[in-house]
């Protein structure tokens, strides 16, 4: 059955209802539940780590079919890796997952070198769920309308412009479907990692309307029919055998 290209119309409606993911990690077990619990009831998909590690393995190294994070909630007193540590490390992994960081209240230290480390945003302690709730909310807003961070992602010849939805190779804007290039900038916002077709289709927020994996196989072949030299030796979008695709990070430059 041939996959359908995606309705431009449709797309924001059907990424509307789809749940938007959040990764708590705090090891006040009792805080991260209640947050799981309010969170959820607002329509968050919500999982929580009680430990640095755990929380890093959970956003670098979901595994197939694990959830890919829209925003991660991190406390900065862990009992391994502090929470600086934690964001320093998904930083250095090239993760641009949106970070909204707990602190002790008072301590701007704390606070400013979190920002400076690449956090989005900060919340003290205590503080209201609601006001948890309005922060990501914005970071994910922001996020979605092309601020914080968005713009024009390169890879050598390849550019992809996020705010006008466009890919150019050489400087020329190449043909892509709507789904093919929210597909094109899911791969490129992970470059270097290995994506699995469930991840993938997570990611993509379910704008094509089928239900199997094997659609994702179909568009990655008209991306590379777009943007490759030569498609059937593919230097940008790599097969990984059994796992799924991988964008390179490190492309041609000439």
Do not use: W
């Amino acid at each position: 059955m041939p996959s359908r290209p995606a309705r431009g119309g449709s797309v924001s409606k059907i990424r509307q209802a789809m749940s938007e993911s959040v990764l708590i990690i705090d090891d006040d077990v009792r805080l991260a539940d209640m947050l799981r619990t309010y969170l959820s009831q607002s329509g968050f998909a919500v999982d929580t780590r009680h430990t640095g590690r755990a929380g890093l393995e959970a956003v670098l190294h979901p595994g197939p079919g694990g959830r890919i994070y829209d925003a991660v909630v991190l406390d900065i007193m862990l009992p391994d890796l502090d929470g600086l540590e934690v964001c320093r490390q998904l930083r250095g992994a090239h993760s641009d997952t949106p970070i909204l960081m707990l602190t002790a209240r008072g301590e701007d230290t704390d606070r400013i070198v979190g920002l400076e480390l690449g956090a989005d945003d900060y919340l003290p302690k205590p503080f209201n769920p609601r006001e948890l709730q309005a922060r990501l909310k914005a970071i994910l807003r922001r996020r979605r309308d092309g601020g914080g961070g968005a713009g024009v992602l390169r890879f050598g010849r390849l550019e992809i412009d996020e705010g006008a939805r466009q890919a150019r190779l050489d400087g020329q804007a190449r043909p892509l479907t709507a789904y093919q290039f929210d597909l094109l900038l899911a791969l490129a916002r992970h470059a270097g990692r290995v994506l699995s077709r469930e991840q993938l289709m997570d990611l993509t927020r379910g704008a094509e309307l089928e239900a199997f994996d094997r659609s994702i196989d179909v568009h990655v072949s008209r991306l590379r029919a777009a943007l490759e030299d030569t498609p059937s030796e593919p230097r940008r979008i790599i097969t990984v055998r059994g796992a799924g695709y991988v964008f390179a990070r490190v492309q041609d430059q000439g």
